[in-house]
Structures are given as structure tokens and as C-alpha cells.
């Protein structure tokens, strides 16, 4: 049997193409034992554990978008396992260009079969409380993802545009709108089918979007967010600094953000 060698770091022209485009994909990111590790986890997590903080209560709104579940790497060592993984934390860090990254948060992004809804053009960095850019996603497909269930797209060199107004997930504003005339002129989305265990990177300001999961199974995936080393927090109010007592311009740092690199 032919077995493919899952990549230990990306390569210059995906370091390039990242650059260039917001986005970027890595196939075969995970082994096979990694994945079905992940993929039994979340299933457990999901049916039994209720592990991670869960940021929509069942039964609203925002469920139909995402059944999300934030930060389970700090009481479940399987997921904690994944989100320590030194090959990620150092694609993640050279794609950003940067000495060192840190752990922002993780989080389970399930699209439940039944009444789906797509997850809106929107970028993330307007949601974090962060006053410098470069942070980025790690999107790991638990199941093979297309078209029909909420595969991820991206619009070529959108992070230019810079950080727009957050919108709204449930009832969503047109980001297009937003963007002053003339620039992305012409560019066209890109879709991300991929096979379980691939994975992309995005960048906290680069146009994603995922259509509506329109099959009778769940979709998973599972997303690990990176920052510069050196990032601070801008004040405003977020799920995974609440009750930390931090200051306007403090660093994002500590044992709950630790270095990964
Ligand atoms: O999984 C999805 O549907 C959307 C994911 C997303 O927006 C993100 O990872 O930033």
C-alpha cells in the first residue's frame, strides 16, 4: 500500500502563495491514526463529554451556523495533543513571517445536518481582541468536505483590505458593501474541497465564508488559532478573555496563550 508522509512544514511557495492570497491549503496534514484520533474525539466530546466552552445555546439561532465548542484543549488532553502539535505551530509560524506564535484559542466548528445555515462572507480578526493583525487559522478537515457540506471559501488577496466591521453570523451584513470600490475587482472565490486530515490557513482578515451543510451527516472540523508572539489585547470584550482582568494594551501571553514555537 502506498502511504503518503503527512508534511512537517509548508513549503516556500505555499509560504508564497499565503502571502499572496490570504489562504492557504496543506493536504494530508494529518496521519491516519491522528485523524481517526480526532475524529473519535470529537464525536465523544460531542455526544457525551460536552467538553469546551459553548458559545450558543441549543435550539438558537447561531447552532444552525455552528455548533461550536471553544478552548477544549484545556481540560482534554487529545485535543490538547493536537493543538501543542509543533509541525502546525511552525507552518503556522512561517506562514505568518513572525519569530514565534501563541495559542489564541481552539475551537470545534460542527455543522449540524437539518436546517443548516451557511457561515456568512465574513473575516475573524474583527471579532479578537487584538490590536496587531497577523493572526491565523488552522482549519483541519474532519470529514471530507465540498459544496455539499460546508466545504471553506476564500477570496484571493482580500486580507489587503484590511479590517473591516465584524458581521453578523446569524443575520448577515453583505462584507462586499463594505469594500471600497475598485479593490477585489475581479476576484473570484476559491473553494476548498478537500479529503479528511488536509487542512487550510487563513489569515484573521482574509473573506471566508462555508455553504450550508446539506447532507444528513455532521460536518466537522476543528480549528486551532495562532498569534504573533507580541500581541495584545485591545479591550474588547471576548469569550476567552472574560474575567481575565486584562488592560487595554496588555499581552495576549500566559499559560492560557502559551508559545508554541
Ligand atoms: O467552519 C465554518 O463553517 C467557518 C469557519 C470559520 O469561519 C473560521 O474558521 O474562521
Known sequence: ?????????????????????????????????????????????????????????????????????VNIWRDNPVVQAFVMLPRFAEMARRLAGVPAVRLWHDQALVKQPGDSKPTPWHQDLPYWPM???????????????????????????????????????????????????????????VTARMRAGSCTFHNGLCFHYAGANQTDRPRRAMVIIYMPDGTTFNGRPHVVTEGMGLQPGAPLEGELFPLLT
Open 1 to 69: 500500500m502506498q502511504t503518503v508522509q503527512e508534511p512537517e512544514t509548508v513549503t516556500d511557495a505555499q509560504v508564497a502563495f499565503y502571502r499572496a492570497n490570504g489562504f492557504v491549503e496543506v493536504d494530508n496534514a494529518l496521519t491516519p491514526l491522528e485523524l481517526v484520533a480526532m475524529q473519535e474525539e470529537i464525536d465523544r466530546i460531542y455526544r457525551v463529554d460536552n467538553g469546551g466552552l459553548h458559545t450558543a445555546e441549543h435550539g438558537s439561532p447561531y447552532r444552525k451556523v455552528l455548533d461550536q465548542r
Open 131 to 189: 490590536n496587531e493583525p497577523g493572526a491565523l487559522s488552522l482549519w483541519m478537515a474532519l470529514d471530507d468536505v465540498d459544496e455539499r457540506n460546508g466545504a471553506m471559501s476564500f477570496i484571493p488577496g482580500s486580507q489587503r483590505v484590511g479590517a473591516l466591521p465584524g458581521i453578523n453570523l446569524v443575520d448577515p451584513q453583505d462584507i462586499f458593501a463594505m469594500v471600497p470600490k475598485g479593490e477585489l475587482t475581479g476576484t473570484k472565490p
